[in-house]
């Protein structure tokens, strides 16, 4: 597989980001870049994840390069029962003494 970023992008965003799941899927990238791992079950063994799932990753790179892999979908949920404002309402009066 082709990655087209070097090495020195790749290790520069690793060390920029933040969130577990997408500094996952730049360590595969790199490791794959550096060639640290051979095979895509070596690096989800490496890694603790599923086979099929670093494919599914490695997949979403193919087709839209590093802004599709780390692309990610906004969490669905139930929405929250206090609205923002009624939210900061209470906690400044959880902030005073009486």
Same mark, same amino acid.
């Given at each position: 597989?082709?990655?087209?970023?070097?090495?020195?992008?790749?290790?520069?965003?690793?060390? /920029?980001?933040?969130?577990?799941?997408?500094?996952?899927?730049? /360590?595969?990238?790199?490791?794959?870049?550096?060639?640290?791992?051979?095979?895509?079950?070596?690096?989800?063994?490496?890694?603790?994840?599923?086979?099929?799932?670093?494919?599914?990753?490695?997949?979403?790179?193919?087709?839209?390069?590093?802004?599709?892999?780390?692309?990610?979908?906004?969490?669905?949920?139930?929405?929250?029962?206090?609205?923002?404002?009624?939210?900061?309402?209470?906690?400044?009066?959880? /902030?005073?003494?009486?």
């Amino acid at each position: 597989m082709e990655i087209r970023e070097t090495q020195e992008e790749l290790k520069a965003l690793l060390r /920029q980001e933040k969130d577990a799941t997408r500094h996952e899927k730049l /360590q595969v990238l790199y490791w794959l870049k550096t060639q640290t791992v051979e095979t895509v079950l070596s690096a989800a063994v490496r890694l603790g994840k599923h086979r099929t799932t670093i494919q599914r990753w490695l997949s979403s790179y193919r087709a839209g390069g590093i802004e599709e892999l780390l692309f990610q979908k906004p969490r669905s949920g139930r929405p929250r029962i206090m609205n923002p404002e009624t939210v900061e309402r209470l906690s400044k009066e959880l /902030q005073e003494p009486e």
